[in-house]
């Protein structure tokens, strides 16, 4: 997406009455749940609230990615932390027990984290159970585990269960890519490590490729 078209929809979304209503909703849902406000006594909310606030998150986070990927730093992180913010008070909430709950936690932590939130990042990546290997390696990442991860990346690419041969021969679609996304992000953050210990910018390269 380029620049201009991030900027209008940006504007676009910040100029929606609608969308602003949403989004209150959304942070008054938050802090009703956090001081344990008995359910019965909350105001009537916007029927779906957490899906259409969830893609407005997402809205938000790609405006903010067209920033950073068009080399706009600083446009980048205000929608960032929009969006991370949003999906926070959707997701982190004990009472919350949506199944992608901790993927969209997790999205929210690294949201924050490219916004240089860090403390938050930090503070929402706590609360994510890492009940896979892909939320486990970025969650190393982030807390700058390198032994750790280097560790699970590892175990990762050696695993004949993550092979070629055994991907190919999955009949579960859903399974099968989320294997390959596995090996995928593996491979890029084994670049990333090399990097890092080295300081050599062929493997910052190889990791953008």
């Known amino acids: 997406m380029k620049v ?4 209008k929809l940006l504007s676009k979304l910040e100029e929606d009455d609608f969308v602003r209503s949403l989004v209150a909703q959304g942070d008054s849902k938050f802090l009703l749940l956090n ?5 019965e006594n909350f105001p009537s909310y916007t029927s779906d609230l957490e899906q259409k606030l969830t893609s407005i998150a997402i809205s938000y986070l790609s405006i903010g990615c067209s920033f950073a990927e068009n080399k706009h730093t600083q446009d980048s992180i205000f929608p960032l932390e929009k ?4 999906l926070e008070n959707i997701y982190s909430s004990k009472d919350v027990t949506d199944k992608y709950n901790d993927y969209f ?4 932590s690294l949201a924050y984290y490219s916004a240089h939130q860090y403390s938050k990042s930090f503070v929402i990546l706590k609360k994510v ?21 280097s560790k699970a990346i590892t175990e ?3 695993n004949k269960d993550y092979s070629d041969e055994s991907i190919s021969e999955n009949e579960e679609i859903d399974i ?7 090996v995928i992000l593996s491979k ?22």
Not at 4 to 7: F, G, L, R, Y
């Open 4 to 7: 201009e078209k991030a900027q």
């Open 105 to 108: 936690m997790l999205v929210s």
């Open 188 to 209: 890029s953050l084994a670049l990333l490590l090399e990097f890092i210990f080295t300081g050599k910018v062929e493997y910052l390269k190889q990791t953008k490729e």
């Open 129 to 149: 159970k890492f009940d896979s290997k892909i939320n486990e390696i970025i969650g190393f990442m982030l807390k700058r585990q390198f032994s750790l991860l």
């Open 156 to 158: 990762i690419l050696l």
């Open 35 to 39: 001081v344990n406000e008995p359910i």
């Open 176 to 182: 099968a890519n989320y294997k390959i996304y596995t």
């Open 83 to 86: 969006g991370a913010t949003i």
